[in-house]
């Protein structure tokens, strides 16, 4: 009587999600499955044991906790494989270390096309910069990352050191995908995640912070942009 009355409840509880998953994202439901699966094995394991069948409640909990572990295990590889953020311009594209907040980038365009910022040295950074100049959103990437690293670099630049960082630039459209990879998340990445992704990136990239607006500005859009699937 017992299990005829927890099969009931089960398809209850599983016709209600059944309504809820139609109107969610299939990455949210892939998700959400990962750990539902293992409660409703673990749920029905507590059921066979209260009815005395303590061998097959074993097994149902052994199972469940093995596909817990396996989700816990996703999780953590979705977010530890993914611990940059990739912001690209027309001409630069922009790696940021999440963890340690390390700074790169890779020349798209221009007589420097293919190098790595990391590898040029000073002149051929200010060369850079002064090659990008009708490039705002390029130029202003570039001086974020000379702040960092050569903070006395605008002390020998002859240039206009306000130029490009009031009003952010337009940004322009962005997809879902570059979303992702602004706040260096895996497709699928829950709303939590998004906000905590979020907040860590704005504390190294505000602008009182050595950020730029055009990089703070990017940053919010991704994390508006992914907000609305949730």
């Excluded at 002149?123 to 390029?138: Q, R, T």
């Excluded at 960082?165 to 990445?189: K, R």
Aim: glycine content about 10%; proline content about 2%; aromatic content about 6%.
């Amino acid at each position: 009587m017992l299990i005829m009355f927890y099969i009931v409840l089960v398809g209850f509880v599983l016709a209600i999600l059944a309504a809820l998953f139609l109107r969610m994202d299939a990455r949210r439901v892939a998700a959400v499955l990962r750990y539902l699966v293992p409660a409703v094995l673990a749920g029905t394991g507590i059921i066979f044991m209260l009815v005395g069948r303590g061998g097959i409640s074993f097994a149902l909990f052994g199972l469940a906790a093995a596909l817990f572990g396996r989700a816990r295990a996703s999780s953590r590889a979705s977010r530890s494989s993914n611990q940059t953020s990739h912001v690209r311009t027309a001409a630069l594209e922009m790696e940021l270390d999440l963890d340690t907040g390390e700074i790169n980038g890779l020349v798209l365009a221009g007589q420097f096309d293919g190098r790595e910022l990391n590898a040029m040295d000073e002149m051929e950074l200010l060369s850079l910069h002064a090659e990008l100049h009708s490039d705002p959103e390029s130029v202003q990437v570039l001086e974020t990352y000379l702040d960092r690293r050569i903070p006395t670099w605008r002390d020998d630049f002859d240039s206009h050191t306000g130029d490009g960082l009031g009003a952010a630039p337009a940004s322009g459209s962005m997809s879902e995908q570059e979303a992702y990879e602004i706040l260096g998340l895996s497709a699928g990445a829950t709303e939590a995640e998004i906000r905590d992704a979020h907040r860590r990136l704005m504390k190294r990239m505000h602008p009182d912070t050595g950020g730029s607006v055009f990089l703070a500005a990017r940053i919010n859009q991704a994390k508006d942009i992914l907000l609305r699937g949730h």
